[in-house]
C-alpha cells in the first residue's frame, strides 16, 4: 500500500481548501481503504471527517428530516423517526452488508462508494472507468471489458460506456424521498436535488456524482411526506446477508383520501444502471390506479421493456418486474388496496 499522510485535526470551515484530487476525505474507510490497499484509488493525503465536527445527528426540522452525513448505516436502521417517515431506508440499511460494517459505514461514503464491478476492483485490470485520477493510467484495449465479458451484475438500463451498476442500498430510497443533497466547497454551500446528484459517467465525467473533489457531503434533507404516505424497500440477492443488490427497488406512494387509490408515485431501481434508475414512466402511469389493479402489472411490463441487457444479465429484466411488483402489492396490502392481482 502506498503511504499517505492522515490528519484528523482539520475544521469543517477550513476542510474544503485543503481537499483536492490528491487529497480525500475519509468516513468509516469501509469503501476507500480497501481501494487504496488494492491500487485501485491513490491519494497522497487522507483527511478523516470524523474529526471535522461533521454532523452524523439525525434531526426534524418544520418540513424537513436532516440526516448527518456522519450518521452510520447503524443509526439509520435503528431511527424511529426514519421507521416512521420513510421506512424503507431502515429497511435499506438492514439489508446492507454487515452489522460490523453497517456501525462504520457512514451515509455520506454510502453514497459516494465506488463500483463493485469485478473488473474495476481487479488491480491488474484497467477498464474506461479506471481510465482517471482515480484508478491506473489507460491502456490500450476494448474500453470496457465487461460488456463482452462476464456481465452477470451488470447494468441493464443507461447509456453510459461504463455498465457498473451503483452498490448503494441507501440511494434509491434516498431518490425515492426526493431528497436533497447538502453540499460544502470553498465557496459555500450548495444543495443538490438527488436526482441530479447521481449522474451517469460520461467522457467528460468518469464517476457517478456531481460532487467536486474539494467538496464534501454535509447533509441529506428529506421532505416530510404527506400523510397516507407510504414507502417500502425490497432486495433480491445471492444470499440473504452480506451481499450487494442483484436489483432492488425503492417505492414511496402517496395515497388519497380512500387510502387505496395512488395520488402519486416514485419508483427508483437499484443494482440495474451506473446510478439509482428512477422510472418516470411507470410513475405517471401509476396515479389514478390502485396497487392492484391489472394494469399496474402491465405498466410494470411497459417500464421494464426499454431495458437493454448484456449476455449473461437478462435475467435482471424479469427481476426487476418482480421486485417492482412485490413493493407495489406490499405498499397495496398495507392499505387495504390489494385485490390480490397476479403480480
Ligand atoms: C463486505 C461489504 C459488503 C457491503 N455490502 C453492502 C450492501 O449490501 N449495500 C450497500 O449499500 N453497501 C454495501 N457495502 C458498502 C458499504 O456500505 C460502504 O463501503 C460504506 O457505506 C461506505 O461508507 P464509509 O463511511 O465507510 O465511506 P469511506 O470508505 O470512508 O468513503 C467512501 C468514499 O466516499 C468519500 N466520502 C465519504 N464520506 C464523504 C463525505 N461526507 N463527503 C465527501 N466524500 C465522502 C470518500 O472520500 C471515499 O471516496 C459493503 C461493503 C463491504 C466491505
Ligand atoms: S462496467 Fe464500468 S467499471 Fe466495469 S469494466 Fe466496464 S467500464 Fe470498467
Not at 476492483?121 to 489507460?138: A, F
Request: with cysteine; charged share 25%.
Amino acid at each position: 500500500m502506498k503511504p499517505f499522510a492522515y490528519t484528523d485535526s482539520i475544521a469543517l470551515a477550513e476542510l474544503p481548501d485543503h481537499l483536492d484530487e490528491n487529497c480525500r476525505p475519509i468516513a468509516g474507510g469501509t469503501d476507500l481503504l480497501p481501494r487504496l490497499k488494492a491500487g485501485i484509488s491513490r491519494a497522497d493525503g487522507l483527511i478523516d471527517l470524523r474529526g471535522a465536527g461533521l454532523s452524523d445527528a439525525i434531526t426534524k426540522r418544520d418540513d424537513t428530516v436532516s440526516i448527518g452525513a456522519l450518521a452510520s448505516l447503524s443509526t439509520i436502521r435503528e431511527c424511529l423517526l426514519l421507521q416512521r417517515l420513510y421506512p424503507m431506508l431502515p429497511q435499506a440499511a438492514a439489508l446492507a452488508a454487515t452489522t460490523q460494517i453497517r456501525n462504520r459505514a457512514t451515509l455520506g461514503g454510502n453514497l459516494l462508494q465506488r463500483p463493485r464491478c469485478w473488473y474495476y476492483r481487479d488491480p491488474d485490470l484497467t477498464c474506461w472507468l479506471k481510465q482517471s485520477r482515480d484508478g491506473p493510467p489507460p491502456t490500450a484495449g476494448e474500453p470496457c471489458p465487461a460488456r463482452s465479458g462476464r456481465n452477470s451484475r451488470h447494468a441493464i438500463f443507461g447509456e453510459s460506456v461504463c455498465r457498473a451498476v451503483h452498490p448503494s442500498d441507501l440511494a434509491p430510497c434516498l431518490v425515492a424521498a426526493g431528497a436533497q443533497v447538502r453540499l460544502r466547497g470553498r465557496t459555500g454551500e450548495r444543495v443538490v436535488p438527488i436526482d441530479r446528484f447521481f449522474r451517469e459517467p460520461g467522457d467528460d465525467h468518469r464517476r457517478e456524482t456531481v460532487i467536486h473533489a474539494t467538496e464534501i457531503v454535509e447533509a441529506v434533507d428529506l421532505p416530510i411526506p404527506a400523510g397516507n404516505t407510504r414507502s417500502v424497500y425490497v432486495k433480491s440477492m445471492e444470499r440473504s446477508a452480506w451481499a450487494f443488490a442483484l436489483v432492488s427497488c425503492a417505492m414511496q406512494i402517496e395515497f388519497d383520501h380512500d387510502a387505496e387509490t395512488i395520488r402519486s408515485a416514485r419508483v427508483v431501481l437499484g443494482g440495474v444502471a451506473t446510478i439509482p434508475w428512477r422510472l418516470p414512466g411507470l410513475e405517471a402511469a401509476l396515479r389514478g390506479m390502485h396497487p392492484g389493479d391489472e394494469p399496474a402489472w402491465d405498466a410494470i411490463q411497459e417500464a421494464v421493456s426499454s431495458a437493454q441487457p448484456l449476455a449473461e444479465n437478462r435475467y435482471k429484466v424479469r427481476l426487476s418486474a418482480r421486485l417492482l411488483g412485490q413493493a407495489l402489492r406490499t405498499l397495496g396490502a398495507r392499505t387495504g388496496a390489494s385485490r390480490g392481482g397476479e403480480m
